[in-house]
């Protein structure tokens, strides 16, 4: 087994955690009113109040650690 070092800069921590915050959100945006049944199996309402609580949530965290460039590019405007 190899066992490797990698230096990450603290703007490609920035980049990666963006990069998952997006897929999440855009993920979560998918699913909203899609019947994907995500955190409630049988209600579709509840479910999407829950996704929706989510996406909220994933927001707050984009506009922490976006630039505004993307922020601007997901139609997130600070």
Avoid at 29 to 49: I, P, T, Y
Avoid at 53 to 61: G, L, P, S, T, V
């Amino acid at each position: 087994m190899y066992k490797y070092t990698v230096e990450l800069d603290w703007d490609m921590v920035d980049d990666i955690v963006v990069g998952q915050l997006r897929s999440t959100w855009q993920s979560l945006k998918n699913d909203l009113g899609a019947g994907s049944r995500v955190f409630v199996c049988d209600d579709q309402e509840a479910d999407d109040a829950e996704i929706q609580k989510r996406i909220d949530a994933a927001e707050i965290m984009l506009k922490w650690y976006c630039t505004p460039y993307q922020l601007k590019e997901m139609g997130l405007e600070p």
